[in-house]
């Protein structure tokens, strides 16, 4: 799941629209990372100016854009409608084509990796990192990644957890405190990658 609905105040610009200096859309980086990384499916939230950013998502069967029209509200309303979207038909159709490609029934989704637009250098080997290993796709999962101590992105959010967590969002507040009070498995990633976020982009 890739978290890209914010207005972007201090970038200027909602960060969907946000290209790197060769041109390349963060919202194809980010697209590729997570599907590079080993997700099978990738829902993509937009919000601010959804209409231009749904553009610059690449035409992949694998992508699936949903628009949380209360984006305004913040991180909590993107979350909230990423993973509505995670538990609905479409991904489930999605999960299957990309299983057997012949679109043979739905597949449920069992954990939902979330990510986020300004994190361009994501690389594919932290996604793969916090999936795989014992219990790391399940419907029980609940990971974070973690770069020298400190707690960052993605996170790991088994179904188990979708409705519950989706129930106590608002505001500007994601799933942080959720994970901490649920004791989420850190996995350190400091070896691949600084974990940080661009505010300003170049």
């Given amino acids: 799941m890739l978290l890209a609905a914010g207005a972007g105040a201090r970038a200027g610009r909602p960060k969907a629209l946000v290209r790197d200096p060769d041109g390349t859309p963060w919202l194809e980086r980010g697209c590729a990372a997570l599907l590079d990384g080993g997700c099978d ?15 610059l998502v690449p035409a992949d069967p694998r992508l699936l854009v949903v628009v949380a029209g209360d984006w ?20 489930a159709r999605a999960l299957a084509d990309a299983a057997d490609g012949a679109g043979g ?15 361009p ?7 793969a990192r916090l999936l795989d290993g014992e219990g790391g796709r399940s419907a029980s999962a609940l990971r974070q990644a973690e770069f020298g101590g400190r ?5 790991v959010i088994g179904r188990d ?11 500007d507040s994601g799933a942080r405190s959720w994970l901490h009070a649920h004791g989420a498995e850190r996995v350190d990633a400091s070896d691949l990658w600084d974990g940080a976020d661009v505010d300003r982009p170049a």
């Avoid at 707690?151 to 996170?155: L, M, R």
């Avoid at 957890?161 to 505001?171: I, S």
């Fill in 151 to 155: 707690p960052g992105h993605p996170v």
């Fill in 41 to 55: 499916v990738v829902v993509v939230v937009l919000g601010a100016r959804a209409g231009e950013a749904r553009g």
């Fill in 161 to 171: 957890h979708w409705a519950p967590l989706a129930a106590t969002l608002h505001g």
């Fill in 121 to 127: 250098g994501l690389p594919p080997a932290a996604v």
């Fill in 105 to 119: 029934g739905a597949e449920e989704a069992r954990c939902a990796l979330v990510s986020l637009v300004d994190l």
């Fill in 72 to 91: 305004a509200e913040g991180l909590a309303a993107s979350l909230r409608a990423g993973l509505a979207a995670a538990a609905g038909p479409e991904v």
